[in-house]
């Protein structure tokens, strides 16, 4: 009888540094949809990029024009796959935190709200994204264990904001107003306010619900300790990340040599 040669669940998530490597393991999964991966044909960016206009190319490009876009397209696949992937990570945490928040949070108790907030913006968040590419994705608040719940149905209407905006009220009393700058990017109290008033106010648009953006308002008047840019432009200037303006940033950099490119999550 042989011991595992690696960590299990039955021997992870047992302190403060395990659950932090989880959480972080949520965020990491965002890579995969900002990495290069070798070309415009395999990176998923182009997905929400280029119906919004945001990016443009001259090809005959499914992403462009919508000739021939269907659910075969590897990249519309792929940033599906990845969105749940990253759900499922968050509903282990939200799990975890809750199974084992009276062992493993012992020398930093705090970390508890704070974990559960991360993962519940993040969920939040990716709920939003499928919102806008998908519109009725499935609609999934607890991790998958039997076979037989892992084929949910689609979600209706605003149900996918709707969760979110849920998620993200309950986040903002979870967590910090801000972290050590160590963790520069960590989302905080300001990111849920922001990202819940964005959604409220595309739920609004799509319901024409007058209350929806009045809540938008109050979420937007209650961020503290930010100001605008003088300049707009340098919140797309590499030169002025994680600026005055800034609620949540992906923290990457230029790949170290040794990576392969061509791998998702480079």
Known sequence: ????????????????????????????????????????????APVTLLPSDDLTTTANYAHENFSGLNGSNSQLSLYYDWAYQLIVRANTVLQKVEENRTTAYLKQPELADYHK????????????????VFGTAPLVTQRIVNIADAYPPNSTGTQLLDQAILDLEEAKKLLPESWAAAYKGRVTKNSARGLKGKILVFRGSVNKTAADFTAAITEFNSLTGLSLQPNYNNNFNVNFENNSESLFEYQANTSPGDVNPFVGGA
């Open 1 to 44: 009888e042989l011991l595992p040669i690696g960590n299990t669940e039955g021997t992870y998530f047992q302190n403060e540094k395990q659950m932090e490597e989880a959480v972080f393991g949520i965020y990491q999964k965002l890579a995969f949809f900002y990495a290069f991966r070798g070309g415009q044909n395999n990176n998923v």
């Open 117 to 132: 907030g991360e993962a519940l913006f993040l969920r939040a968040y990716m709920y939003f994204n499928l919102w806008n």
